[in-house]
């Protein structure tokens, strides 16, 4: 299983546009097999920082996700209008 959390903070102004894209794309990616959580949240302090987690069968599914059309579009996008250079990815492990 694949499992992570992208952080990214909208620039000033942009966090409305951020927060409609993200709702498109958690459309799309729950549509995918390898698709088991797409979940977007804004954090609670401030508005423009975004957090989502995500969770794929395996790394098979997880780079058929990379590899979708409509996420190259959003990234594309996405990096015009955010804080950082491109999302902030993290890896995670499950502890069980």
């Not at 098979?60 to 902030?88: C, D, K, W």
Request: without cysteine; hydrophobic residues 45%.
């Amino acid at each position: 299983m694949v499992i992570l959390i992208a952080r990214f903070t909208a620039k000033p102004g942009f966090e409305d546009e951020v927060a409609e894209m993200i709702a498109g794309l958690a459309r799309d990616v729950r549509t995918e097999p390898g698709n088991i959580v797409f979940e977007p949240h804004r954090e609670t302090d401030d508005p423009r920082a975004f957090v989502v987690f995500e969770k794929y069968r395996d790394e098979e599914a997880f780079q058929a996700h990379m590899s979708m059309p409509y996420g190259t579009v959003f990234n594309a996008r996405l990096n015009e209008i955010i804080e950082e250079p491109e999302s902030q990815l993290t890896f995670l492990t499950a502890v069980e």
